[in-house]
């Protein structure tokens, strides 16, 4: 039986000029989301939206769904004059850049003050179907450990108010602010995260589940376990081929040794900080070895359960790649040594190109 998956994909609207947000969120959703097989909606920041795909059973469906529906943004933003780009974190922040008008986001905006100017980021979310919630916190579970090498590998927001933050992934810096972030706790079964979840609500801008800011949850509204830990990505190909990764680890549910109290977090910080240009906590080996190290155990972990269903060879490209030229993060650190227009470039080159597309015979 196949273990059905769904992508959200948050994107941002840039200035080419200036490579700075451009409050044009609404007018993207209101002028995409009709015929869109998929939802087109609102995100935080006006600037940005959200591209929510159908269910999907196969990494074809992904990539068609995907691709489709960025074709359609990157004509959009050409018709407009800006860019749409996927990155964790836009290059520049416009001068009067908004918290989108609906209630929701303006009393997420009241509980979080100052930080609310700052949570301009950009994800992308992996849900994979689920026989029950048990089912769901078990995946949970096994997914902890492999956190900090899925942050590592879809790393791709280096630059912050037009700067170099010598960070792979600064949108994960921005996240560890939020009342909850990273890990999630272990739990026995569902009921004892409702339990979790019902301690926490009302803590700070824990408002409801839907504010939770773990790493993976429990999605509210599917019958899905959601994993938040990726960046958005450049390119189409390399969110296909996360998404794969993500749905082979709830699958196989790799058990490795649980590491030491606050390992997981220090973890992230240094996904985070790295990306695969260093070392990176192996849970294979529980030890800190070289990035592809980590990459060959996560290999092992899932190549059973990418083998049954036919992703293999597509993940092991993605792999491949990601070691040899490194990741989002790397390319928009090269194409920046060139200036803004190299990196306006890469943007809109990257939307719709999908390199791990499969040859034709």
Do not use: K
């Not at 009067?96 to 986001?105: K, P």
């Not at 949970?140 to 960070?167: E, I, K, Q």
């Not at 190909?237 to 040794?257: D, E, Y």
Request: glycine fraction near 10%; charge should be negative; include cysteine.
């Amino acid at each position: 039986m196949t273990t059905t998956f769904g992508i959200e994909e948050e994107f941002v609207v840039l200035d080419p000029a200036t490579l700075a947000t451009a409050d044009l969120g609404d007018v993207a959703v209101r002028e995409l989301a009709a015929g869109e097989e998929g939802t087109v909606t609102p995100e935080f920041f006006a600037s940005q939206i959200e591209y929510a795909s159908p269910v999907l059973g196969t990494l074809d469906d992904a990539a068609e769904a995907l691709g489709r529906f960025r074709r359609r943004l990157g004509d959009w933003a050409a018709d407009h004059g800006v860019l749409a780009v996927g990155s964790g974190t836009p290059f520049r922040i416009g001068a009067h850049a908004e918290v989108h008008a609906a209630d929701r986001y303006a009393r997420i905006a009241a509980d979080i003050g100052a930080l609310a100017p700052d949570h301009q980021i950009n994800g992308l979310h992996v849900h994979v179907g689920i026989a029950d919630r048990d089912t769901g916190v078990h995946a949970s579970n096994a997914l902890r450990a492999w956190l900090p090498v899925l942050l590592a590998l879809s790393s791709n927001s280096p630059y912050w108010h037009g700067r170099d933050t010598a960070f792979a992934s600064w949108r994960a810096v921005h996240s560890r602010r939020w009342t909850t972030y990273g890990i999630p706790p272990v739990f026995a079964d569902a009921a004892d995260y409702d339990r979790g979840i019902a301690a926490l609500t009302g803590l700070g801008a824990t408002s409801d589940a839907g504010t939770l800011n773990w790493n993976v949850r429990l999605s509210q509204r599917h019958p899905t376990v959601e994993v938040r830990v990726c960046d958005a990505q450049l390119d189409p190909g390399s969110a296909v081929a996360l998404a794969a990764i993500v749905r082979a680890l709830v699958v196989a549910g790799p058990v490795v040794a649980e590491p030491a109290p606050g390992y997981g977090d220090a973890a992230l910080w240094h996904a985070a900080r790295h990306g695969l240009s260093a070392d990176l906590a192996d849970p294979g080996t529980a030890t800190i070895a070289p990035a592809r190290h980590a990459v060959r155990s996560l290999h092992a972990a899932i190549a059973p359960a990418l083998r049954a269903a036919g992703d293999l060879r597509r993940v092991e490209r993605f792999l491949s790649d990601a070691l040899r030229a490194g990741t989002g993060a790397t390319r928009q650190w090269r194409a920046g040594r060139h200036g803004p227009p190299a990196l306006g470039a890469l943007y809109r080159e990257s939307l719709t190109r999908d390199a791990l597309a499969p040859t034709p015979h």
